[in-house]
């Protein structure tokens, strides 16, 4: 993201943009970024991409490329009512807008559309095994010829590593959460036409993530 912002300057714009959220909201997203930090996914987007955001949250990755004049455009997605509230919230104190957030039921409402760019970010963990696969799918046709899909999860390994996630879901989404391996999600977007260019596996404090990125 440039120009880069501090992590004081990154939590003083989260904590502005989400100043009409409630405070355990625009704290966790302002914070956020310590332990999930943006810029080993933002490198991947180029400028004037044309983004979604499959599983957004409350949107603060689309919200800070639409800020910083990142991107074309950005369509966040998310099941969450409160979730999506709180990234419209964020909108409205947008001085930059090209985001347009969506409640979904289910993620085959996401739109139909291609896009340079599609990002997963911590979301596969929380969906169903026996549709992860299907969500993977739901999130590759949805990449433009020459696009890429950035997928990001939490690893399972070590243990104590999987623990403190798993507590960290339990805690804040009171959901028991369903790792994937990277090999398999890697297989999946390769059955969908998709070829990987980048493998990172890198940790914050106690959680490790495993970002892979995918060209069609
Ligand atoms: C850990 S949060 C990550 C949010 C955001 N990507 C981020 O990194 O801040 C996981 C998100 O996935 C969303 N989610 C779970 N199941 C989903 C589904 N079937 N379709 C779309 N989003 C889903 C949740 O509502 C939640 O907002």
């Not at 939590?11 to 997203?29: G, H, I, K």
């Amino acid at each position: 993201m440039t120009p880069a912002l501090s992590s004081h300057e990154m939590r003083a714009l989260l904590r502005s943009l989400y100043r009409d959220t409630n405070r355990p909201t625009r704290e966790l997203v302002a914070w956020r970024h310590l332990i999930c930090p943006y810029e080993p996914v933002t490198r991947w987007v180029p400028p004037a991409a044309n983004v979604l955001d499959f599983g957004c949250g409350a949107g603060a990755l689309l919200a800070l490329l639409s800020e910083q004049h990142q991107i074309a455009s950005g369509t966040g997605c998310d099941v969450s009512n409160d979730a999506i509230a709180a990234a419209k919230a964020a909108q409205c104190r947008l001085s930059h807008d090209v985001v347009d957030f969506r409640h979904i039921s289910d993620f085959e409402d996401i739109p139909a559309d291609k896009f340079d760019i599609v990002v997963m970010i911590d979301v596969l963990h929380h969906i169903p095994p026996t549709r992860q696969q299907e969500a993977i799918h739901a999130a590759a046709r949805r990449v433009a010829p020459g696009g890429r899909l950035i997928y990001k999860d939490m690893t399972s390994h070590p243990f104590w590593r999987r623990w403190a996630n798993t507590a960290h879901d339990l805690l804040l989404s009171r959901q028991v959460v369903h790792y994937v391996a990277p090999d398999r999600v890697v297989r999946w977007a390769h059955d969908d036409g998709m070829t990987l260019v980048h493998a990172e596996d890198y940790s914050r404090f106690v959680y490790g993530h495993q970002l892979r990125v995918f060209l069609r």
